[in-house]
C-alpha cells in the first residue's frame, strides 16, 4: 500500500512546471528513457507542457512529504521497467481529477496497467 511518505522516500519524482492542471501529479520511474517516452506521450495528447520538467531533489522530500496528501497511485509495466504515475492533493495546487484520468486513459493505451491504488 503506496503512502504519502513511501512515495516519495522510495521514488525519483518528476512533475510539470507549466500546466497548473498537472498541479501534484508525477511520473515516476528509474530509467530515462521511459520518462522522456511518457513525458512526450503526456505533450502530445497536450496533457503536459513544452516547460523542462523537473524532480523533486531529496534535500527537498521532507518539505513534500508535510505538504502533499496521497491520492492514488498507478503502476505500469514499462519495457521491463516500472512506471508510476501519482496523484496527490496539496493545498495551493489540488490534483484535477479529470486530468488524473486523462493521464492514466494516456498510459492504458501504451503500457500494461499492473497496480492500482
Not at 512515495?7 to 512533475?15: G, M, S, T, V
Request: hydrophobic fraction near 35%; charge should be negative; glycine fraction near 4%.
Amino acid at each position: 500500500m503506496h503512502t504519502t511518505e513511501t512515495i516519495i522516500d522510495k521514488h525519483e519524482l518528476w512533475f510539470d512546471t507549466g500546466d497548473m492542471l498537472n498541479g501534484s501529479l508525477y511520473v515516476s520511474t528509474c530509467d530515462s528513457e521511459i520518462l522522456n517516452h511518457v513525458i512526450s506521450m503526456l505533450r502530445k495528447c497536450g496533457l503536459w507542457s513544452d516547460a523542462p520538467e523537473r524532480q523533486v531533489l531529496p534535500p527537498q522530500k521532507e518539505a513534500y512529504k508535510a505538504q502533499l496528501t496521497f491520492v492514488a497511485a498507478v503502476e505500469y509495466r514499462a519495457i521491463e521497467q516500472k512506471l508510476l504515475l501519482v496523484r496527490f492533493n496539496h493545498p495551493k495546487y489540488p490534483s484535477s481529477t479529470e486530468r488524473w484520468r486523462s493521464w492514466l486513459n494516456a498510459c492504458d493505451g501504451s503500457f500494461e496497467r499492473i497496480l492500482n491504488d
